[in-house]
């Protein structure tokens, strides 16, 4: 990882540089503002709706004491509106801004983005691609709660053909041994042959299992995630896919008393709020820790910790 000057996908990681960055995250949620990066711009470009990445971003920012231009609706305030390039784009802002953080509806955008770029780039999420800085601030919930990464049994729940949260957390579990995977989603949302393939030749165990109920006595970590409407084609086959998997109060009581229950949000109806109150779901917590997370990337891509 020494010297990795953007951050586009989860296998870019090691262990050694996971623990320092959540060492770094544990400090900076002690100390909640840091004024390390006075007069430092950071350009936050997003071509795709959001709510917790690009506010826990910015905030982020502002909480290291630098500054923030941004476009929340770039394919309609941008020049993209106009016809410009991303590959234009990127060259124009990386002008002006020392670090970008951008999601884009096209899977490989942020690549793109990172092979033009004079800044750093800082992939919020690439179409149906990766989401890495969710995944690290996944890793970094599950490490809180657990102490621990080896060994984990985590379940992943939804639109996993669509869902970049996670294929980006896949890829960042194989890195520790023991880990186990199921993989719980309607036909048509099932994960992608690549991500399989990868695991196995990590040798991470995992498994396809359409029962939910026989699975989460099962885990540790229940990972919901929204079956994602504006990604498919058809709306039919969406149609086969939406209120399949929904976790309700009463399909908790078969959870471990220790198992967590996680989601990237935003959720429409996987989860019933009445199960917000139960001590296992962390979602909320888990959104704050992207704080934390953030704030280090961003010191760590302008500054390596130095
Ligand atoms: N988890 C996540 O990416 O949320 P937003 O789409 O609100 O940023």
């Not at 960042?172 to 995977?181: C, D, E, M, T």
Request: hydrophobic share 40%.
């Amino acid at each position: 990882m020494e010297g990795l000057r953007h951050i586009v996908e989860s296998q870019q990681f090691t262990p050694p540089f996971l623990a320092e960055l959540f060492a770094r995250a544990d400090a900076l949620s002690q100390e909640q503002r840091v004024n390390d990066l006075p007069g430092t711009v950071m350009a936050s470009l997003f071509y795709e709706p959001s709510t917790r990445t690009r506010f826990s971003f910015e905030a982020a920012m502002y909480r290291l004491g630098g500054n923030v231009i941004m476009t929340e609706n770039a394919r309609e305030f941008s020049s993209y509106a106009k016809g410009e390039s991303l590959e234009d784009t990127i060259r124009i802002v990386s002008g002006y801004a020392d670090v970008i953080v951008m999601r884009h509806n096209e899977i490989g955008a942020a690549k793109r983005a990172a092979e033009i770029s004079t800044v750093p780039i800082l992939n919020a999420g690439d179409g149906a691609g990766q989401h890495p800085t969710q995944a690290l601030l996944d890793l970094y919930t599950l490490f809180k709660k657990f102490r621990r990464l080896e060994g984990l049994r985590v379940a992943m729940v939804g639109d996993l053909r669509y869902g970049r949260t996670v294929r980006s957390l896949a890829y960042l579990l194989a890195k520790y041994k023991g880990v186990q995977l199921t993989f719980v989603a309607p036909p048509v949302c099932q994960m992608h042959d690549d991500i399989k393939a990868y695991l196995t030749r990590q040798g991470t165990a995992w498994e396809e299992i359409a029962d939910l109920d026989a699975v989460l006595p099962a885990v540790d970590c229940v990972y919901m995630t929204r079956i994602q409407k504006e990604r498919f084609l058809d709306l039919k086959e969406f149609a086969t896919a939406q209120n399949i998997y929904r976790l309700t109060p009463d399909k908790l009581r078969r959870m471990g008393k220790e198992a967590i229950i996680m989601h990237p949000l935003p959720r429409v109806n996987e989860i019933d709020p009445a199960v917000d109150d139960d001590p296992r779901a962390i979602y909320f917590e888990q959104a704050r820790n992207g704080l934390w997370i953030r704030m280090a990337l961003i010191q760590y891509v302008l500054r390596r910790w130095g």
